[in-house]
């Protein structure tokens, strides 16, 4: 099949031959004298010549523009952005030139994502393995144990329990790991509303509340009033638990840890300080990876997941989380959420 550019070359060459048809045809009607005959054949033969001319230059004109759009084409499927055009000018070939050029990066922005998102399936996968291989095997080692029919009952009860403890942590820790990947696939819903933050952050108090009275340490809180502002209660509750779990873990009761809520013009702020270990300068970038434990943890529960997890949930909210800390004198955590 034709494209439409050689069909309107062919339909003009058609259009052309009937005017010189009808030309000639009145010619002959009219008879006209022999010099007015030979002046209007030359007539016709220039315009004709000048016609041809005219559309084959036309013709390799395109030719050569298409090509080089198929050569820049041709180049940014090559990973290359030579430009083929000139920027400079307003024309319809830069302007397409521009669009192309700007799909292109859309496109390798996109391939990009989904490469980043498919390495990080692969890591959530390699590290949600990794974490439930210690407990597994635990517990396989306590069922082989409990298997001997001459374990005394003394041996039986302790592994009994020893085991309890393994499913606990088991259970706990695929718990949090379902919220995690919830939050890396985008699964997450936040149903954000106007309330009152102070209401969100007892909660979170009233959570931690029992391991703080376990380890004999004090809860205090200090806050403005009348803070009211949009975030998803639950989840927002669930970032401010697991940083003051955080807290009680490396804070050595007897002891106290001090929450303080302020508002802002723009802001509202929610301090949690302690007086734990500390942490390192050098680790203060690396606290919120997931998985990390720092060299201080060594001893203490958890498996590195609640500081990551506060982390990403105040950042879906629109807010962030920084922190000061002097070994031996403690730590804040401060987390700063947007009121308008």
Do not use: C
């Not at 799909?103 to 399936?121: D, I």
């Not at 003394?154 to 403890?165: A, D, I, L, P």
């Not at 003051?244 to 802002?264: E, M, V």
């Amino acid at each position: 099949m034709k494209n439409p550019f050689t069909k309107i070359i062919w339909s003009s060459f058609v259009l052309f031959a009937v005017i010189v048809a009808l030309f000639g045809s009145l010619l002959i009607y009219y008879k006209p004298e022999r010099s007015v005959v030979i002046g209007s054949v030359v007539f016709v033969g220039v315009m004709a010549l000048l016609f041809i001319s005219f559309v084959f230059a036309l013709r390799k004109e395109m030719l050569n523009t298409l090509s080089s759009l198929s050569g820049l084409i041709q180049e940014l499927i090559n990973g290359q952005m030579t430009q083929m055009f000139p920027v400079q000018e307003d024309t319809l070939l830069s302007k397409l030139q521009h669009h192309v050029i700007q799909l292109s990066e859309l496109l390798s922005s996109q391939k990009q994502r989904y490469r980043e998102e498919s390495q990080e399936v692969k890591t959530l996968i390699s590290d949600i393995s990794h974490q439930l291989k210690t407990p597994l095997a635990n517990l396989g080692m306590y069922n082989s144990l409990l298997m001997d029919e001459g374990l005394p009952t003394e041996k039986r009860s302790e592994f009994t329990r020893h085991m309890g403890s393994q499913i606990e942590k088991l259970s706990w820790l695929m718990e949090n790991l379902i919220k995690l990947s919830r939050l890396e696939s985008g699964i997450i819903e936040l149903h954000a509303e106007k309330l009152n933050l102070e209401n969100t952050v007892l909660s979170a108090i009233k959570q931690a509340f029992p391991a703080a009275e376990q380890k004999n340490i004090e809860i205090l809180l200090e806050a403005d009033q009348g803070i009211a502002l949009q975030h998803d209660p639950k989840w927002m509750g669930e970032a401010i638990y697991n940083i003051i779990d955080n807290a009680l873990k490396y804070t050595l009761g007897p002891g106290s840890i001090r929450i303080t809520l302020q508002r802002y013009d723009l802001f509202a702020r929610i301090d949690v300080a302690d007086g734990g270990i500390g942490i390192p300068s050098a680790e203060i970038n690396d606290i919120f990876k997931r998985f990390y434990r720092g060299a201080g943890s060594n001893g203490t529960e958890g498996v590195g997941i609640g500081l990551y997890l506060a982390r990403k949930i105040v950042a879906e909210q629109g807010g962030y989380i920084k922190v000061k800390s002097e070994l031996s004198k403690g730590s804040v955590f401060s987390i700063f959420l947007p009121i308008r």
